[in-house]
């Protein structure tokens, strides 16, 4: 093949990238390999795999064809040196902090980040010496503040889960270098279709694929994206043994979403600006967030950072909690799910879903009030999607 898809479009990448015609059988979707094992052909064939002196495939938790297609893929997408898959966004997080960091650093991180991202950093990685501040990354103050001689790792989501406050990742990258810190973007609202943090300077960029790259609300994966070899290798270590990797059906079904990314994400994020803008229209709305909007604090940055403003929304109706859970009781097309960045619209609380762990306290000073509504907007008839808001606000 003489082409080299890095250098081609978004959407040719989503399709081709790590995708060959299957040798064997000239197959020209992905062979699904769901085997644990490979054989060798003999002891010395065996030793050599082991040993990497020889490459070939040795037991499917350290590698598998179908699920190698699925981090060539996305590392294309990102940029990056390889990709690393795992079983949930949540396993691509913690196998990045378990290799990055030991006891006695100090993590900076997004305050307002998915609810359990954060749990497991404040309640379990500091059972392990891991010290850790959640600042408003969205504030360079903030950030530079927090930062310490022991800081080795700043962990950034942006757009943030549910507050749509963005970070500017050329500035924190810049921050974290010279404290000689990494930088770890969770780039899961984008895709890379939106947003290519390493591009900017990040170090990681993970996702939980869960979400918009495979876009079909039928699996849970992640996907860590480092920018160097060096960083690969020392993730990669890490992740043969923590053993959180990805189920070759798991990568075959996420292969087959990757390449309607290009076009849903377009489809769902022209949606998502018209709702937004009925959102911010409609008298019963106390404020919208969406970085499309003029109205957002940060919408320059989307501007210079972003390649859209992606398919989320947060907003609060008037009348707060009980206000919002009238709308969410009457959404008829809508789906009530947590969750995102699946083809199907679903709307969610999150003070008191995804975000319900966190003390009240650190919600509330991470900017997630307790009327804010999340929705993640799909590839709908957008007129289906607004009459459905219509009647349901009826009843607000
Ligand atoms: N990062 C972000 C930004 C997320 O939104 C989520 C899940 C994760 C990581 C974790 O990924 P998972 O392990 O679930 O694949 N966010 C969810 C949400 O907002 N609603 O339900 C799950």
New binding site residues.
Partial sequence: MSHDLSKMGRNTQAIHAGQHVDPATGAVAPPLFQTSTFAFHDCAHGAACFAGEQKGYIYTRMGNPTVERLEQAVATLEGGYGGLSTG????A?CTSIFALLKSGDHLVGTSS??G??RMVIERDFSRFGIEYDFVDTGDLDAVRKAMRPQTRLVFV?TPA??TIVLTDIEAVAEIARQNDALLLV?N??CSPLLQRPLEKGADIVMH?M??FINGHTDV???MIVPGTEALYGQIRKVHYYLGACMDPHQAWLVLRGLKTLGMRVKACQENAIKVAEYLEAHPKVEWVRYPGLESHPQHELARRQMDGPGALISFEIKGGVEAGARLLDHVELMTLA???GGIETLI?HPSSM?HAAMPRESRLAAGISDGLVRVSVGCEDVEDLLADFEQAMAHV
């Fill in positions: 949930s966004g949540l396993a997080l980040v998915y359990p991202s989501e889960n549910p969770d899961t609202f939980s869960t979400k849970v994966s992640g947590v969750s995102l969610q995804t």
